[in-house]
């Protein structure tokens, strides 16, 4: 059996079917996210939710809000699962990461920008150096303005799974900062 290099890190077994990807193998840095120089990978993150479970924090937290959930609210962005949204994982993002097929993640949404991505202000190639994967640091670093903001909401299409988030868990505990 051999196994081919995939984008961003990945590698697949050739005889692995589409539907066979959970046996992935991916190399550190595509399963961690860097974020404002920290490294959270996902151990790091169940560990945070077991500690937090283990201390009681969750249900105290999870009661009353806090002010950047409400403000996170008032920009659009949930605090909780959204039913409404489609569940996307960062594996499966992973694969849209061309030109013709660009998807990427800011701030755990999931957006669809392969429609945008030739008209892009800033050029094609940023978009496409995080295509299919997490570009909230470069979106958020650029500066961009409201009206870039307003049209990031016209190419989502999903939201990542509650235990791939970075910004929010499934229980409204926030862990870093978003636009
Ligand atoms: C789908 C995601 C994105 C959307 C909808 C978007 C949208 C826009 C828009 C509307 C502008 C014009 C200026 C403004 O209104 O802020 C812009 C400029 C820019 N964007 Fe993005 N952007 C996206 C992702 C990114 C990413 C990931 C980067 C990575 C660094 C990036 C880098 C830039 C830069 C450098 C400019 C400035 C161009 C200039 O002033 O010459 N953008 N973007």
Same mark, same amino acid.
């Given at each position: 059996m051999s196994y $081919?290099?995939?984008?961003h890190g990945a590698a697949r077994f050739s005889n692995e079917s589409q539907s066979e990807r959970s046996i992935i193998l991916r190399e550190p840095t595509s399963s961690a996210m860097e974020l404002s120089g920290l490294t959270l990978n996902f151990r790091a993150l169940n560990l945070l939710d077991k500690?937090?479970?283990l201390m009681g924090k969750r249900s105290s937290n999870? !009661? =009353?809000? &806090?002010p950047e959930?409400? !403000? /996170? =609210? =008032? +920009?659009g962005y949930s605090d909780k699962c959204e /039913? &409404?949204?489609?569940? *996307? &994982?960062?594996?499966? *993002? &992973?694969?849209? $990461?061309t030109i013709d097929d660009c998807w990427l993640v800011i701030c755990d949404y999931v957006y669809n920008c392969t429609e945008f991505i030739k008209n892009h202000p800033g050029g094609q190639d940023v978009l496409l150096e995080y295509a299919g994967r997490d570009a909230t640091l470069a979106f958020v670093g650029s500066g961009h303005s409201q009206g870039a903001?307003? +049209? +990031?909401e016209k190419f989502l299409i999903g939201e990542l799974p509650p235990s791939e988030r970075i910004f929010r868990t499934v229980d409204g505990i926030k862990i870093g900062d978003c636009v």
């Open positions: $081919d290099r995939q984008p500690t937090l479970n999870y !009661a =009353k809000p &806090s959930a409400i !403000a /996170n =609210k =008032k +920009l /039913n &409404s949204l489609p569940i *996307i &994982s960062l594996e499966e *993002i &992973s694969w849209h $990461d903001n307003r +049209l +990031l």
